[in-house]
């Protein structure tokens, strides 16, 4: 069994910063992948970043130099510091894994980048 559980969300001004957290427990294999998809309304779900247990990481265009991701590799945890926030960015930020055939999403967590 393989949960995954974000936090960190919430309401911030435009230029504002948040950062995400998004913690796996469970049966977590070596080789993995994890990262950040957001959804926002009438739209899909989108790549926001990701990264490898080996460190590799891929990005959306438009959150390259905005927003770096990490990860803790003994705590199975992964972050999104979110910079320089624009009102397009609020969405629901969901938490992905990715191992081997299997995917395990999270619940989700809602920024909204507003004045």
């Known amino acids: 069994q393989v949960q995954v559980v974000e936090s960190g969300g919430g309401l911030v001004q435009p230029g504002g910063s948040l950062r995400l957290s998004c913690a796996a427990s469970?049966?977590?294999?070596?080789?993995?992948?994890m990262g950040w998809y957001r959804q926002a309304p009438g739209k899909e779900r989108e790549l926001v970043a990701t990264?490898?247990?080996?460190?590799?990481?891929n990005y959306a265009d438009s959150v390259k130099g905005r927003f770096p991701i990490s990860r803790d590799y003994a705590k199975n945890t992964v972050y999104l510091q979110m910079n320089s926030l624009k009102p397009e960015d609020t969405a629901v930020y969901y938490c992905?894994?990715?191992?081997?055939?299997?995917?395990?999403w999270g619940q989700g967590t809602q920024v909204t980048v507003s004045s």
């Open positions: 469970g049966s977590i294999f070596s080789f993995n992948t």
């Open positions: 992905n894994l990715k191992q081997q055939w299997a995917n395990y």
């Open positions: 990264i490898t247990t080996g460190g590799s990481t």
